[in-house]
C-alpha cells in the first residue's frame, strides 16, 4: 500500500528534523558551560550572613571588623558629606581616570607589540629580556624611583599602573598569536596573502581570546596598584581614602573603600565577558 501524497508531506519535516546536524558540546557537553547565577547569589548572601553574624554576637572587635550596617552608614555618610572636604564622586572618577588611562595606554602600546613580538624573533629579542625582568616586581619595589624620575604629580601614579597593567597585556597578545593554526596561515599565504592580511585577517582573529583574557587580568593588576599609586602626595582618590582612613584607624571607612574599589572592578570585567562573548564567540567551541 503506498502512502498518498499528504501523508508524504507531512512525514518530511520529520526527516528533517531528524537529520539535524549535531552542534558542539550538545551531546556530552562543554567544559565549565552551565549558569553559575545562583550559587554567585548564595555564595554573597552567605558571606554576608557570616560577616553580620560574627559582628552582632561581638567575637570580633568593630575596630578590626566593623559590622555591615557600620560599613553602609558610613558609605552613605561619605556619599553626602564627602571625604577631607572632598565629594565621594570625584574620589571615585578620579581613581577611575588614573585606573583606566593607564589601561588605555597599555593596550595601546602593549597588544601591538605582543603582535610583533610573537611574530618576529628580532621584536621578541629586544622587549622580551625587560619585560620579562620587571614583571615580576612588585610596584611598590619601584615606586621610589617613579617619584625620583617623574615627581609626586600624576604622572608617576599613572606610569605606575601603566606598568602593571602593560606586562601581562603584551605578554597576553605575544602569547595569542601561537594560537593561529600554521594550516590557515599556509593557507591565507597559498591565497596570495600578504603578511598585513595574514596578520589582519588570520592571526588577529585567533589571538582575540587571549588578548581579551589578558586585558581582564591587566585591569586587574591596575586596581591592586592604585592603593600603591595614590600613596605618592595624593589628595584625592579611593586609594588615598582607604590609606588616609587606615591612619585614623577608621576600620568603617576602610572597608567601604575597598568594597568601592571591588565593585567598580568587578564591573568593568563583567563588561569585558559581554564584550568577550559577542567579539569572540567561537571562544571554547573549537
Not at 193 to 200: D, F
Not at 240 to 269: E, R
Amino acid at each position: 500500500m503506498t502512502d498518498t501524497p499528504e501523508e508524504s508531506r507531512s512525514a518530511r519535516p520529520r526527516l528533517r528534523s531528524k537529520s539535524r546536524p549535531t552542534r558542539p558540546g550538545e551531546i556530552y557537553g562543554v567544559p565549565g558551560q552551565g549558569s553559575t547565577l545562583w550559587l554567585s547569589v548564595a555564595s554573597i548572601a552567605g558571606f554576608l550572613l557570616v560577616w553580620w553574624f560574627v559582628t552582632w554576637m561581638g567575637w570580633v572587635k568593630p575596630l578590626f571588623v566593623p559590622s555591615p550596617g557600620a560599613v553602609v552608614t558610613k558609605f552613605v555618610s561619605i556619599w553626602q558629606d564627602g571625604f577631607t572636604n572632598t565629594p565621594f564622586l570625584e574620589h571615585v572618577l578620579v581613581s577611575t581616570m588614573r585606573v583606566f588611562g593607564a589601561f588605555a595606554l597599555a593596550c595601546v602600546i602593549g597588544i601591538p607589540l605582543g603582535l610583533a613580538m610573537g611574530m618576529s624573533p628580532a621584536v621578541r629579542g629586544i622587549f622580551d629580556p625587560p619585560i620579562e625582568f620587571y614583571r615580576p616586581i612588585p610596584p611598590l619595589a619601584y615606586l621610589p624611583l617613579m617619584i625620583i624620575w617623574f615627581g609626586i604629580g600624576e604622572l608617576s601614579k599613572v606610569l605606575l599602573i601603566f606598568l602593571s597593567v602593560f606586562a601581562p597585556i603584551t605578554l597576553g597578545a605575544r602569547s595569542g598569536v601561537k594560537s593561529a593554526a600554521i594550516e590557515q596561515i599556509h593557507a591565507a599565504y597559498s591565497f596570495g596573502a600578504t603578511r598585513w592580511q595574514v596578520l589582519r585577517h588570520v592571526i588577529l582573529p585567533s589571538a582575540l581570546p587571549e588578548i581579551l583574557t589578558a586585558m581582564r587580568i591587566g585591569i586587574g593588576f591596575g586596581w591592586t596598584t592604585l592603593v600603591a599609586a595614590e600613596m605618592v602626595a595624593a589628595t584625592e582618590g579611593l586609594g588615598y581614602m582607604v590609606l588616609s582612613a587606615s591612619q585614623f584607624l577608621q576600620t568603617s571607612t576602610v572597608v567601604m573603600g575597598i568594597f568601592v574599589i571591588a565593585v567598580i572592578a568587578y564591573s568593568f570585567d563583567l563588561l569585558m565577558r559581554v564584550v568577550e562573548r559577542r567579539v569572540v564567540p567561537w571562544k571554547g567551541r573549537m
